[in-house]
């Protein structure tokens, strides 16, 4: 694993590990560029364009991911060598719920060389797995939809009475669900009918995931009924404090099998009943560090209904940064310390205050997209927000950075752009 030809500046002052070769991998190696200009080392199982050739990025790829006593190895082979004599700080982070789930079950080891952001693994266990975090909206009268479990050999009809189809169904344990093989498998599978869920069981069962099912009844409203909101909790002498809540509507999600579900472009905003309720939730657990809920909207009724507590940050959480917070800075200041940034998300003029949380002051737009094909669906209340944001200029795109140089980047972002356009073409966006 070492490599004498590391390019990471031995005068850098700490860094950034990173497990995952994803848009949120890029997305967060660049905010510490950004703010610090530190080079991050991230660590996918095989390169890829969104990730090479990157100013912010030393990329060493390792191969699958599923043998977890090789990947702890080779972060302890790579904490030898980045410490330096100086045992500088290495703070160590994963792009995906396994990723992080990963890091939380080898704390031990791995946080004698590794800053570890993460709370503890009973704690992550509290929210991440989704049935567990149902149970906790259950009790604290947070909104959401009528959910049951599915687990290996129970009565399918029992499991699902009262329910109304169509029915979501989606893994408890998004780590889990990584492994399981299985033809038609998608992240979230929408079930028309019961003989569509028993058929989609049956393959599950098959593919030896055994962890809990969810199933839930749907919630009506296209893309643009989605919500979303990155918190940020620190500790304090009385307990969690969530002293952020980063809140956006979605405009648009990717439809193709692999990448379901994920947000294409984001509105950001506030929302004080969805940053209370998530604030509850963390406060009720003692959370530490950032997590990310997922939402919808249900016209129906007027709520926000949770769906989800993430353990890290959102494949797309640049729209965070494109509103004025870097949340690369919260990592800093909390678990390196102030000495090395005095950061005090209260007193950016990015946020407001309400209820004792900074939340983002103004409108702005993240997308991935062309700027070309997202204008083709903004015909939405908050397809007119970023419309608007559009004509303004108020939008970023987390893959145009301007320290980025290498003409290969230049042409990723061309050929990124054309495939956008043909994965629209061929899975469009769903309108209810």
């Keep these: 694993m070492a490599n004498p030809s590391t390019s990471i500046d031995p005068a850098q002052p700490f860094v950034p590990v990173i497990l995952g070769g994803d848009i949120g991998t890029y997305t967060l190696a660049r905010e510490f560029h950004e703010a610090y200009g530190v080079r991050s080392v991230v660590m996918p199982a095989a390169g890829n364009g969104v990730i090479e050739h990157s100013v912010a990025i030393e990329l060493r790829p390792i191969g699958s991911m599923a043998d977890e006593a090789r990947v702890v190895q080779a972060l302890r082979e790579l904490g030898e060598e980045l410490a330096g004599e100086g045992e500088r700080p290495l703070l160590l982070f994963g792009s995906l719920d396994y990723h992080v789930m990963l890091i939380a079950r080898h704390r031990e080891e791995l946080s004698a060389q590794y800053v570890i952001p993460y709370p503890e693994l009973e704690v992550i266990e509290q929210a991440a797995l989704k049935e567990n975090f149902y149970a906790l909206a259950e009790r604290l009268g947070v909104p959401h939809p009528r959910t049951r479990v599915y687990r290996p050999g129970n009565a399918v009809a029992t499991v699902v009475e009262g329910l109304n189809f169509p029915l979501i169904g989606k893994p408890s344990s998004s780590g889990d669900w990584i492994a399981a093989k299985f033809a038609g498998k998608q992240k979230i599978h929408t079930l028309k009918d019961f003989q569509q869920l028993t058929d989609l069981l049956s393959r599950i069962d098959a593919s030896g995931y055994d962890s809990g099912y969810i199933l839930q009844e749907y919630i009506p409203g296209g893309d643009d009924a989605m919500r979303l909101c990155t918190y940020f909790a620190t500790e304090s002498d009385s307990g969690t404090e969530v002293v952020f ?44 560090g950032v997590a990310m809920i997922d939402a919808k909207y249900d016209h129906r009724d007027g709520q926000v209904k949770f769906f989800e507590i993430n353990p ?68 939405t209340p908050t397809g007119r927000k970023a419309a608007a944001l559009l004509k303004a200029g108020k939008v970023s795109n987390p893959l145009k950075y301007r320290a980025e140089k290498n003409p290969r980047r230049k042409l990723y972002l061309l050929l990124n752009a054309v495939n956008h356009v043909r994965k629209y073409r061929k899975f469009p966006p769903r309108t209810a």
């Design 245 to 288: 809540a980063g809140y956006g509507e979605v405009v648009i999600e990717e439809h193709a099998p692999l990448v379901l579900g994920n947000s294409a472009a984001i509105v950001t905003g506030r929302h004080r009943e969805v940053a209370e309720a998530g604030a509850r939730m963390l406060r009720e657990i003692g959370w530490h």
């Design 312 to 379: 890290r940050l959102g494949r797309n959480h640049f729209y965070l940064t494109a509103a004025g917070i870097n949340p690369a800075r919260f990592y800093v200041n909390e678990f390196l310390g102030p000495q090395y940034d005095a950061f005090d998300v209260r007193r950016q003029p990015a946020v407001v205050l309400q209820d004792g949380m900074a939340q983002l002051r103004e409108e702005s737009l993240f997308t991935v997209l062309p700027h070309a094909l997202l204008r083709r669906y903004l015909d």
